[in-house]
């Protein structure tokens, strides 16, 4: 099973289902697409976020789409999105907005397998009018220099604009604690980029658990 969707499986089971019979239902959708969330980015217009299948069927690539309002609910434009060159897939799983711009967080693997894998996080700021991409910052968990997997839980609150900034809130685990019971040794962490994406807030700090 891939890592972020075991992860995600008993937390985030009744949203995939919710988010794939809500594709079902937009003018445009193309096959193969999984609904990772949802997010209403002003003017009554949706920010759709998910995966969608590789030309081989294999493996879950990151997409986005903004939906318009009712009525119509059509879709407005649709952006697949690149993963690191390190990485075999990846997938869209937040999305959060300024007045002019959506912003999208893309979590991709390493590996296949589960007890290898590593999990980079990529920030992408799209222009919300035609989906171009204005940016791309990898995502760094702050003061951590030994090797870790990172990932962002289901949740509108860990992906946040304030003012001029975007806020990230996560979790990470060193791959040295691979031997340790799932989840019992990670650690929280956020981090705080300018809304251009060229810098990132020095201050930030992993935080306790």
């Not at 809500?22 to 003018?27: C, L, T, Y």
């Not at 806020?167 to 691979?178: A, E």
């Not at 031997?179 to 962490?189: D, V, W």
Request: with cysteine.
């Amino acid at each position: 099973m891939k890592m972020m969707q075991s992860r995600y499986l008993l937390t985030l089971l009744f949203v995939f289902l919710i988010g794939t019979v809500s594709a079902a239902k937009v003018d445009g959708m193309p096959p193969g697409v999984d609904i990772y969330s949802a997010a209403e980015v002003g003017n009554g217009q949706t920010c759709l976020v998910g995966a969608k299948l590789d030309e081989d069927g294999m493996n879950e690539m990151p997409i986005a789409f903004l939906r318009a309002p009712n009525p119509n609910r059509n879709l407005l434009w649709s952006k697949s999105l690149e993963i690191p060159s390190a990485t075999y897939q990846g997938r869209a799983t937040h999305c959060a907005a300024s007045p002019n711009a959506l912003f999208v967080l893309v979590q991709s693997d390493t590996q296949p397998q589960q007890t290898l894998t590593q999990t980079l996080l990529q920030l992408f700021k799209l222009d919300k009018k035609n989906g171009r991409v204005i940016s791309e910052k990898d995502v760094i968990v702050p003061g951590v220099s030994a090797a870790y997997t990172a990932w962002v839980d289901e949740g509108a609150s860990n992906l946040s604009v304030k003012g001029d900034r975007v806020v990230i809130t996560g979790k990470y685990d060193l791959l040295s604690n691979r031997s340790a019971p799932a989840g019992k040794t990670a650690e929280t962490f956020s981090v705080d980029v300018s809304e251009d994406l060229t810098s990132t807030n020095d201050d930030a700090k992993p935080s306790e658990k």
